[in-house]
C-alpha cells in the first residue's frame, strides 16, 4: 500500500463508526437511518457505509445540520526513567500520573477515543513519549509498512575507539541476529543507521521497536547500554526545553 494511502487513512473513519460516536444512530441501525435521513461529507451525500470521513477536518452534516468536528488529543512527553508505560497495577510509577488533569478531563469529555501511548518505552529508558485518543493514528505510526523511523541518543559503558566504530556501524547496517531474550523472540533486525558523537555517544535511527531492541542489539556485539534516551520519532524532535516528565501538544501532522 502507498505510504499517501497509509496516511490519508490514518486520519479517516468510516461514517457509520462517526455517527455512532456522535450518539446519532448505532451501526446496526445505519442501512435505515441513510433511507430517512440525509448524511452528507463536504456536501457530498452519504450512500453507504463504507464512506469515511475525518472528524477532525471534514464537514459532516445531518439534514442539512452540521456536526461539530470532534478533537482528537495528541500529547508529546520527555518519560524520565523509572517509570512505566501502563495503566496496569501494582506499579508505584506509570508515565499516566504525569498527564495533567485537563488533558485527562478533556479525553474523557470529548469521547473520541481512550487515551493511549503510541508504542512504549522501557521502564529504564527515557524521552519523548507520544499519546493520542485517535486509534487509527497510533496504529499508523506503528505499523511497519509506513517507515516511520524513531531517533535515540545512547551511552555505552565500554568506549568504542574509532577504528572499531565502522565494525559497528556495518554491523547496525547489515542487520544482527537477536536471540530470544524473556519476553523478546528471536530474530534478526532491519537495517539500521548508527552514527558516534564521541567514544561512548552515539545516535540510532531504527523503524521497528522490538522488546528492549536496542539494548539488545549493542549487547550482541559485546557491549551495554547505560542511558537510552528517544529523541526523535518521524520527523518530530524531542524539544530541547521540554523538561523530563513535561507534556505539551503536538500537531498531527508534524511527524510526517
Not at 58 to 81: C, F, G, Q, R, W
Not at 147 to 155: A, C, G, M, P, Q
Not at 205 to 210: A, F, L, Q, S
Request: aromatic content about 10%; some cysteine; hydrophobic content about 35%.
Amino acid at each position: 500500500m502507498e505510504k499517501a494511502k497509509l496516511y490519508t487513512d490514518a486520519f479517516l473513519e468510516p461514517i457509520d463508526h462517526i455517527l455512532e460516536k456522535y450518539g446519532i444512530c448505532s451501526n446496526r441501525a445505519f442501512a435505515n437511518f441513510i433511507k430517512s435521513h440525509e448524511v452528507c461529507i463536504n456536501g457530498k451525500p452519504v450512500s453507504d457505509r463504507e464512506e469515511k470521513a475525518d472528524i477532525e477536518a471534514d464537514k459532516i452534516s445531518v439534514n442539512d445540520t452540521a456536526l461539530p468536528n470532534k478533537k482528537h488529543l495528541y500529547l508529546m512527553m520527555n518519560k524520565p526513567e523509572n517509570y512505566v508505560c501502563t495503566t496496569g497495577e501494582g506499579w508505584n510509577k506509570n508515565v499516566y500520573s504525569l498527564i495533567p488533569e485537563k488533558y485527562l478531563k478533556e479525553a474523557e469529555e470529548q469521547k473520541p477515543g481512550k487515551l493511549h501511548s503510541i508504542g512504549r518505552l522501557d521502564i529504564d529508558s527515557c524521552g519523548l513519549l507520544l499519546f493520542t485518543t485517535n486509534g487509527k493514528f497510533s496504529n499508523f505510526v506503528t505499523r511497519p509498512e509506513t517507515h516511520i523511523s524513531k531517533t535515540y541518543y545512547v551511552e555505552l559503558k565500554t568506549a568504542v575507539h574509532p577504528a572499531e566504530q565502522e565494525k559497528y556501524i556495518k554491523e547496525f547496517q547489515t542487520g544482527l541476529e537477536l536471540e530470544e531474550f524473556k519476553k523478546g523472540k528471536a530474530f534478526k533486525t532491519k537495517p539500521a543507521a548508527l552514527s558516534f558523537l564521541s567514544e561512548n555517544q552515539a545516535e540510532i535511527r531504527i523503524e521497528e521497536g522490538k522488546f528492549r531492541q536496542i539494548r539488545r542489539m549493542f549487547s550482541k556485539i559485546g557491549n551495554e547500554v547505560v542511558l537510552l534516551r528517544r529523541t526523535g520519532c518521524g520527523k518530530l524532535k524531542l524539544p530541547e526545553d521540554l523538561k523530563e516528565g513535561e507534556v505539551r501538544e503536538f500537531g498531527r501532522e508534524t511527524l510526517f
